[in-house]
């Protein structure tokens, strides 16, 4: 008798989720004869900034169910998604779920699938930034427990899973599938018109610019740190523009913390709204250099060879610094502005892409899973 087609079940919620559930999503409908799947939408980012453009921009097909829990405490949101998740595994039936990332919404997933006994694959697994204050460390700690298919990005996660006591035969090094999306879109992420929409074209040539985002709440929630950044982006030349997408944590903060008036100091600051995939990786392609407190944008910088200033003092994506292009410089504003420097004076970190970010996990990933069929169904 035929095998029947596995069910996959993929949970998603924030901005990151989707730029790598899109690849897979692809591959898996490639593989239709062995696989059926399902889009679960939390619901934790939404709208016209956070979600809507990531559908359009990564032809993401519409959620089979969106579950609309939006903001709250931690608490409040991870078991919104729970309550809303269960009832649709339980009907649903799927063989696997699988989760990406760290956010609350992957946990949430892990957690409910894992309760129903139903078997789950977290990709981007073993990444460790060893600072349990943040919430995604403790997303990723529970989730990597609680996975039996654990698909890494780097050598690091692998040691830190072992380290951890997974055993090595749930471990399957795939590669960053979020690279995977970089690539498949070059062509047209590389035609967006963000940057003479932002007037930074002089004539044919591209301007000098810098590119901040910034939303750990380490950085963004608390007043004297958000004042640290501030300091080192008034130092940055006037001439430079520093394009800066806010993030709507950063937006509400920045009002609650009362800076508003220390930022429009910083005159050279372009203020825009969260932008789609296509627009931010054109913006990042052509930037003299990123300043950040994002994962996925240490990644992509690296593969893109720009210069990546991670405005924290740890990072969860090490290889990004050994190998790639990024500098952890740390949360205090005279070692941002000696970077920042540096930079500017054309001294820039030269870097390599690591290993399987080649565009191709989402193939590595599937191969797995069909490798496994017979154990999933
Ligand atoms: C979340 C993830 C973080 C990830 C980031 C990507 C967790 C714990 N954090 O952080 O790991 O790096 O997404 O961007 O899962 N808000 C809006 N509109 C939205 C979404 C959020 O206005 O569409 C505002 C709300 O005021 C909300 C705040 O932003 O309270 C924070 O949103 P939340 O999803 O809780 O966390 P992020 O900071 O976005
Ligand atoms: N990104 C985007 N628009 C923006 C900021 C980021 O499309 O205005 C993309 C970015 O290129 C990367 C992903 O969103 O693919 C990263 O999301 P974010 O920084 O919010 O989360 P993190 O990676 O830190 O969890």
């Known amino acids: 008798m035929p095998m029947r087609k596995a069910k996959i079940l993929h949970i998603v919620g924030a901005r990151p989720n989707f730029v790598k559930i899109a690849p897979l999503m692809d591959e898996l409908h490639r593989h239709r004869s062995s696989f059926t799947q399902k889009l679960v939408h939390t619901g934790q980012h939404y709208g016209s900034n956070m979600s809507d453009p990531f559908f359009k921009d990564l032809n993401i097909i519409r959620p ?16 919104k ?14 063989d696997l779920v ?11 997933g892990a957690l409910t699938a894992s309760k129903l006994g139903i078997p789950l694959a977290h990709i981007e697994s073993g990444l ?12 990723r700690l529970l989730t990597d427990r609680l996975s ?34 970089l690539f498949k879109l070059r062509s047209r992420w590389g035609k967006s018109r963000i940057l003479n929409k932002l007037g930074l074209m002089n004539g044919k040539k591209t301007m000098d610019y810098i590119l901040l985002t910034l939303h750990r709440p380490s950085n963004v929630d608390d007043k ?27 937006k509400k903060s920045i009002q609650k913390l009362g800076l508003s008036g220390q930022m429009h100091q910083i005159v050279n600051m372009i203020r825009i709204s969260p932008l789609g995939y296509l627009d931010f990786m054109k913006l990042m392609s052509q930037s003299l250099c990123v300043l950040t407190d994002s994962g996925g944008v240490q990644e992509e910088t690296t593969v893109l060879d720009i210069p990546c200033l991670t405005l924290r003092s740890n990072t969860e994506r090490p290889i990004t610094v050994t190998k790639g292009t990024n500098v952890l410089v740390g949360t205090q504003s005279h070692r941002m502005i000696k970077e920042i420097r540096d930079i500017l004076d054309g001294k820039k970190k030269k870097g390599k892409i690591p290993k399987y ?7 590595r990933i599937v191969n797995v899973l069909k490798q496994n069929l017979a154990s999933l169904i």
């Open 128 to 139: 460790r930034s060893f600072d349990r204050t943040m919430p995604e460390e403790i997303n």
């Open 64 to 79: 089979d169910h969106n579950l609309n829990v939006q903001s709250g405490t931690h608490a409040v949101q991870t078991a």
């Open 148 to 181: 039996s298919f654990l698909f890494t990005t780097s050598p690091e996660a692998k040691t830190n899973l072992i380290n951890e006591g997974v055993s090595e035969s749930n471990i399957f090094y795939t590669g960053n599938i979020m690279i995977d999306t």
């Open 98 to 108: 699988v989760v990406v990332g760290d956010v609350n919404s992957t946990l949430a």
């Open 357 to 363: 970010w080649d565009g191709k996990s989402a193939k």
């Open 224 to 250: 004297k740190s958000l004042q640290e950044v501030f300091r080192a982006l008034k130092a940055i030349p006037c001439h430079i523009p520093i394009v800066y997408p806010v993030h709507p944590r950063t």
């Open 81 to 94: 998604m729970m309550m809303r998740i269960e009832p649709i595994l339980r009907k649903y039936k799927p």
